[in-house]
Each structure stands twice: as structure tokens, then as C-alpha cells.
């Protein structure tokens, strides 16, 4: 207990590190190492997702009180419009796969780099482009139509920058195919030797199934956007019904892409909860073989969903039972995961370290927004709730109290490895907590506006809806402040945090046994796996004349 | 012997062929994709207005489209020769094969500008100028194709055949690179990956035109 180690003096002579390796912009911007491309979209994502936060504040500041006090209507709903497109295929998308997946993937299953590593530059400077694109488009002007841009709203009335804006989420589009082209070749291809299906962690499983829905999903949004742009320039009729045309196709097509797309969001959360728990409960995921096939099946039923998000649309009503069906069905692989997850705690000696503190959020803020989401899955419920603050409320859950909970845990629980250095536990503690109060405070009463039947998407409402408003403005507040702590203390670790140990959290998983920060090539020799994963009770067996 | 070609991240000659391979499939999947979302509103739209798709259909030139066709099957099996002749390390039969094949996706285009040229001298092209009055619906002498609907039609035409030609001629500029490095002798019958996955990527849009042909101009003909 008492053994301080005594540290070496000030200044010792530091490994050799990719950080290190190379210096100057150049070495940076031209890189092929997975790990600087992961810092590299690291910061290009956090950047966007403070964009999309300022978004969310004007939000919550107008909805501050009933009357349209703060902005006017047409700027109101440029600003959801710009929140939603930011927030979705700038920063959620992008988050995990292309930050932790792109760290992660190759050192989880021993190899040197992803396949493609200049693919993988390129996937970062499709990112840059479209994120450059997006940009320009919203300082010159923006978009209003919500970011689903339903036609023929977006095709032949609005006078906003659609096709700009589409533009620059066609070419991010292709960013998130190329990553999850890359994963997929890389965990077919370039696991060690001894690395079997079987003995992958879960936060591969994860990925595997989140590249799924990326190759094949994405591409329907990128040509959807296609004909969007070359209808509204053209006026063809494709989705017009004045000529013929049908807008019901357009939101086919749309959710296609873009109900998988949360899955895109979650499914890589749920594979670093997966690892979290595990760590901090020290024993083996129960139901491994589960939880893996539930990743895949949520990626397969993910497609089958789609047209729920249409029920008031005007599809036919055998249509609206048989997805409302099958979106339930969607809960089955869910549950299998929260149940598994919940078993694993039981009788595991937990620590409450900030990483599973954000784990245990996710839990439970993503069995509310699952749960939410049966409501809506339900033909009757969601006749009354279509267009409210109920899903508002229910996709936040699942988004930011789901995935981004998710993200955040996975950033503390490798941030050592990241960094080679330690964050303050107490203050990523207090963090965790405010996030969580701050979210629940923010998004619960939505709930119970959108019951009440508040819509979405307007800026003025009736003044017996202010106090739960209130409530949530505040609550946003809380929540803006819990999620500035994390960067400044991550980047205050960088400087003055104590250096990391290789296994600061005594992990299983090839990754952790590496140095932190790993060298350029991950590994000084191939790894060759003899163990299961997740061996937690052969790591913490005590060993013969040693302590940790 | 130490391969130039091999890269650092890779354990073995085949890790890295097997891996190049799998991406070219998984990305050619993105691609079946695509080009589904657009095959997807042909096929609502076709079954919707099929006398109005079929008269549309019936003002394409048949015989271009057919020529086209045989044009890209000649490509397709010049790229299967040229892959051949680099396994068995015949550097000159690769280069013709090679130059071949690019004839053929220049002749391609050729003959696609050519009917595109056709649809702007007939007003068929979509938008302000577009016409298409009084055609009769095949098989219904008496019943005109409604315009709107005919201007779907159109409108899917150039994007569906417009897209596929762009990938013509980015399969051009791919060719056009594996040429360059043939010429400089860079395939050997033990590495000559870059060939198999730009021939996957030639075949993928010659499949991609197969199914585009019948869809579009042999809907309701009949000699």
C-alpha cells in the first residue's frame, strides 16, 4: 500500500514513441500511422462538436421562454438544421470509429496498422473537405430544412445552400465508407497469429458491424444526395409530385441510410461498454458469443427498420405492422446486450473509476432511450408522438446519452495509452456525474413536453410548457460544462499528468500490452495469442511472488 | 527475394494481395449499393408508368446501345487477357491488351456522347426545353405517353448512364496508371495485384451497363 515508488529526476530520457518519432506539421499531415490519424480526426471531430454545441445552445436559449424573443423563425430553423447535420455526419459518425476504431482496431488484434493505411489518410482529408464544405456553407447562409432536407421542401421551395450542403455530406460519406472498408479488411485480414473470431474483444465485433452498415448504408445516402441536387438544379420531377414524382421515395431512400446510421452511432459505444465492463467488473464478458452475434444482428435487422420513421407518412398500413414489427424485433439484440452487460457485473469486484462511471451511464440512459424507442416503434403511440419533443427526447438518449457516454468512457479508459499519460481521477469523476445529471436534466422533461404534445422544430410554444423548458435549458447548461471539463483536463494531462504505465487499469487486450504511447509500429515483435478474451481471473490470479 | 512492393505492415506477399482483393470487393459492394438507390426508382417508376417508360424507351437508339454493349464485353475480355499475359509474363501482349481496353472505353464514350447529343438535338433532355408531345404508347396507337412521365424516364436515363460513364472514365485513368506501370515492367507473374483489382473494378461497370441496356432501351420493343 505505502510503496512510493521513488520517481527518476525531472526529465528522463523518453522512449521513442509515434508522438515523438517525427515532429513538424508536415509529419502530422502526411502521416500514414493509424494513431495520428486517430489524433488528427480526434481534433477535427471535437472542433465540430463544439460547432454543433453552439448550435444546441441557441436552441436552448430561445426555447428559454414561449415567445420567439432570441431569433427569428427562418433563423430558428436554420439553427436545428445545422445542430442535427453537424452533430450526425460530423461528429457522431465520425466519433468512435474513425477515433477509437482507428487507434484501437489494429493494436486490439495485433497488427502493425489498419490495410490501407493512405487509404485511411484519405478517408481523413474526405473528412477535412466535406467538414471545409460545410463550413463555408453554413457562414454563408446555412440550410432550413431540418436534417433529414425532405423534398419537395428541399427540392423546389427552400432557397437555402442544399446542394452545397449535401455536397459536403456526399463527400463525408465517403470518408465513413472508406473507414469502415478498412476495418473490414483489416480484421478479416491482419489479425495475429492465435487472434481467432473467437478470441476478438467485443469493441472488434463492434466495429466489424458498425463497417457493415457503413459500406452498405452510406452509399444509398450518397446517391440519394445525388438526385436530390440534380432535382433541385434541374427540377426533374423524380421527387416532385407536381410532374409525377414521389417524395415518399426520397424518405425511403433517406432512412435507408439514415436509420442504419444510429446504429453507426451506438453499435461502436456499445463494443467499448463492452470492454469497460469487463475491466472494472475483472471478469469475462457473460455471453461472449452473444453479445458478438448481437452486434452483427443489430446491424442486419438495423436495415430492415427503416420506414418507421414514416408511419404518419402515408405508407400503407400492412407496411407500417410489418416494420413496426421488425423494429421490435431490433430490441431482442439490445436486451441480449444490456442483460449480458448486467450479468457480467453480478459478483464481479467493481471499481467505480470514471471510465465505468460513463458505462453505467450509458446503461442506464440507453435502456430509457431503447425502451422509448418501443413507444415509438408502436403504430398507436407514435401516431400521437410523430414530430414531438418524445423523440427528440428518445434520440438524444440514445445518441448523446447512448453514444456519447460511450465515447467518452472509451476516451478516459485509453486515454493513458493514447497519451502515455494519466488524467485527475476525481475531476474525470465529477465530470462523469455532471454529464449525467446535466443530460437527464436536459432531456427528461422533453419527454413529458412531447407527451404533452410540444412539437419539434418550432421556436415559440405555449406558456404552460416554460417551466419544463426551463429545466432543460438548464439542465443543457450543465451539460455544456460537463463536457468542457474532459478537454481541458485531457489537455492539461498532456503536460502535467503523471505518465502512464503500460496497464494503468491492469486490462486485458492486446493493446494494453504495448508501451504507452506505442511505438510507431504497435508491437516490437508480432504478438502471438494464447489466451481468450477478457481472461480477467487467470490476470488477477495471484502470481507466484509477485504484486502489482 | 525482398519485394519492393511489399509494404512495411504486412507479414506476407499474400496478406497483402488477399487484403487488396477484399477491399476491392468490399468497396464494389458499396458500389451494388450506388447504384441500387437509382435501380430502386427506376424499377417504382417503370412499373408506375410502364406505357410512358416504354414509349420513352422506344426513342433511344437501340442499335448505339447494342454496339455499346458488345463494345464493353470485347473490354472486359481484353482485361481478363491482359491479366493472363502478365501471370505468364508476356510484357507485350500485356501492353496491347492493355491499350485495347482503352480503345474499347474510349469507343464507349464515343458512342454515348453521340446519343446524348441525339437527346439534346430531340428536346429530350429534362428541364425548360424538354418535349416529348404526341408519342404514341408501344402496343396503344391511340394513347399519347405523358411528358412529366417521360421526363422521369429521361431524367433517370442521363443520371443512371451519366453515372456509369463517369465510372468509365475513371476506370480510363486507372488503366491509363496500370499501363504506365506495365510499360515500366513493374508486374511479374508473382505481383501483379494492381491489375486483378482495376480488372475487378472494369468488370464491375461493364456488369453495371449490362443490366442498364435491357432496362432502359428494350422495356416494350418488338421488331
Keep these: 500500500m505505502a510503496t512510493t515508488i521513488a520517481q527518476p529526476p525531472a526529465q528522463p530520457i523518453e522512449r521513442e514513441n509515434y508522438l515523438n518519432k517525427h515532429y513538424g506539421v508536415g509529419s502530422w499531415l502526411l502521416t500514414t500511422d493509424h494513431k495520428r490519424i ?78 490501407f493505411p493512405r487509404i485511411n489518410l484519405l478517408s481523413w482529408y474526405l473528412y477535412i473537405i466535406g467538414g471545409v464544405l460545410m463550413l463555408h456553407c453554413m457562414l454563408t447562409g446555412g440550410v432550413d430544412t431540418g436534417w433529414t432536407f425532405y423534398t419537395p421542401f428541399s427540392t423546389a421551395f427552400t432557397n437555402t445552400k442544399i446542394v452545397e450542403a449535401g455536397l459536403a455530406i456526399f463527400v463525408a460519406g465517403f ?38 452498415i457503413q459500406i452498405l448504408g452510406t452509399p444509398v445516402i450518397a446517391i440519394t444526395i445525388v438526385l436530390v441536387a440534380v432535382e433541385r438544379t434541374l427540377h426533374l420531377g423524380i421527387f416532385d409530385p407536381k410532374l409525377g414524382g414521389d417524395p415518399l421515395l426520397f424518405q425511403h431512400l433517406f432512412w435507408f441510410y439514415s436509420h442504419p446510421a444510429v446504429y453507426i452511432m451506438i453499435l461502436p459505444s456499445m463494443g467499448i461498454v463492452s470492454e469497460i465492463i469487463a475491466c472494472f467488473s475483472r471478469k469475462r464478458i457473460f455471453g461472449y458469443g452473444f453479445v458478438a452475434i448481437s452486434s452483427i444482428s443489430i446491424a442486419v435487422f438495423g436495415f430492415l427498420v427503416w420506414a418507421h420513421h414514416m408511419f404518419v407518412a402515408g405508407i400503407s398500413v400492412y407496411a407500417a405492422l410489418i416494420f413496426s414489427l421488425l423494429s421490435y424485433a431490433v430490441a431482442v439484440p439490445s436486451a441480449v446486450k444490456v442483460f449480458n452487460w448486467t450479468a457480467t457485473l453480478y459478483k464481479g469486484s467493481i471499481r467505480y473509476d470514471a471510465p465505468m462511471l460513463y458505462a453505467f451511464g450509458f446503461l442506464g440512459l440507453f435502456t430509457i432511450g431503447g425502451l422509448t424507442g418501443l413507444f415509438l416503434a408502436a403504430l398507436g403511440i407514435d401516431v400521437h408522438v410523430t414530430d414531438t419533443y418524445f423523440v427528440v427526447a428518445h434520440f438524444h438518449y440514445i445518441m448523446v446519452g447512448g453514444a456519447l457516454m460511450g465515447y467518452l468512457g472509451g476516451m478516459h479508459f485509453w486515454w493513458p495509452k493514447i497519451s502515455g499519460r494519466l488524467y485527475p481521477e476525481s475531476w474525470a469523476r465529477l465530470a462523469a456525474l455532471i454529464v449525467f445529471i446535466g443530460f437527464n436534466l436536459t432531456f427528461f422533461p422533453q419527454f413529458i413536453l412531447g407527451y404533452l404534445g410540444m412539437p419539434r422544430r418550432y421556436y415559440q410554444y405555449p406558456p404552460e410548457f416554460q417551466v419544463l423548458n426551463v429545466l432543460s435549458t438548464a439542465g443543457a447548461t450543465v451539460l455544456g460544462v460537463g463536457y468542457l471539463l474532459p478537454m481541458i483536463y485531457f489537455l492539461w494531462s498532456m503536460r502535467y499528468g503523471k505518465p502512464a504505465p503500460d496497464n494503468p487499469w491492469n486490462a486485458a487486450g492486446l493493446e494494453w500490452k504495448t508501451p504507452s504511447p506505442p511505438t510507431t509500429y504497435n508491437f516490437e515483435q508480432e504478438p502471438v495469442v494464447t489466451w481468450e478474451a477478457y481472461n480477467y481471473e487467470e490476470l488477477d490470479a495471484p502470481q507466484p511472488g509477485g504484486s502489482h | 527475394m525482398d519485394n519492393p512492393a511489399l509494404l512495411h505492415h504486412f507479414a506476407t506477399e499474400e496478406q497483402q494481395r488477399d487484403s487488396a482483393n477484399l477491399g476491392m470487393w468490399i468497396f464494389l459492394a458499396t458500389e451494388v449499393m450506388f447504384f441500387g438507390g437509382l435501380f430502386c426508382a427506376y424499377l417504382i417508376y417503370r412499373r408506375w408508368y410502364f406505357g410512358d417508360f416504354a414509349a420513352a424507351s422506344t426513342s433511344i437508339d437501340a442499335f448505339l446501345g447494342g454496339t455499346n454493349t458488345a463494345v464493353l464485353i470485347c473490354s472486359s475480355l481484353t482485361v481478363v487477357l491482359a491479366i493472363w499475359a502478365a501471370q505468364t509474363a508476356r510484357r507485350g501482349l500485356l501492353l496491347v491488351m492493355l491499350v485495347l481496353t482503352m480503345i474499347f472505353g474510349v469507343t464507349f464514350l464515343g458512342i454515348k456522347a453521340k446519343e446524348y447529343k441525339d437527346k439534346f438535338d430531340e428536346h429530350h433532355v429534362p428541364g425548360a426545353s424538354f418535349s416529348f408531345e404526341h408519342v404514341p404508347i408501344p402496343g396503344h396507337p391511340l394513347e399519347y405517353a405523358d411528358p412529366k412521365h417521360a421526363q422521369i424516364f429521361f431524367a433517370l436515363y442521363f443520371v443512371m448512364t451519366g453515372l456509369h460513364a463517369l465510372h468509365m472514365i475513371i476506370g480510363l485513368g486507372i488503366f491509363a496508371w496500370l ?24 468488370h464491375f461497370v461493364d456488369i453495371i451497363w449490362i443490366y442498364l441496356f435491357p432496362l432502359l432501351y428494350l422495356i416494350d420493343r418488338h421488331p
Design chain 2, 179 to 202: 499501363l504506365w506501370m506495365a510499360w515500366k515492367g513493374r508486374f511479374t507473374p508473382e505481383y501483379h495485384t494492381p491489375l486483378e483489382i482495376g480488372g475487378l473494378y472494369w
Design chain 1, 175 to 212: 470518408s465513413s465508407i472508406l473507414t469502415g472498408l478498412n476495418f473490414i479488411v483489416t480484421i478479416h485480414r491482419m489479425r495475429a497469429p492465435g487472434m481467432t473470431w473467437s478470441r476478438l474483444p467485443l469493441f472488434i465485433w463492434a466495429h466489424y458491424a458498425t463497417s457493415i
Design chain 1, 38 to 115: 486517430s489524433l488528427l480526426y480526434l481534433m477535427s471531430i471535437t472542433f465540430f462538436f463544439f460547432i454543433g454545441g453552439f448550435f444546441a445552445l441557441m436552441i436552448r436559449l430561445e426555447l428559454l421562454t414561449p415567445a420567439g424573443d432570441l431569433v427569428q423563425a427562418d433563423t430558428y430553423n436554420k439553427l436545428f438544421t445545422m445542430h442535427g447535420m453537424v452533430m450526425i455526419f460530423f461528429f457522431l459518425i465520425p466519433s468512435i470509429p474513425a477515433v477509437l476504431g482507428n487507434f484501437l482496431v489494429p493494436m486490439m488484434i495485433g497488427a502493425k496498422d489498419l490495410a
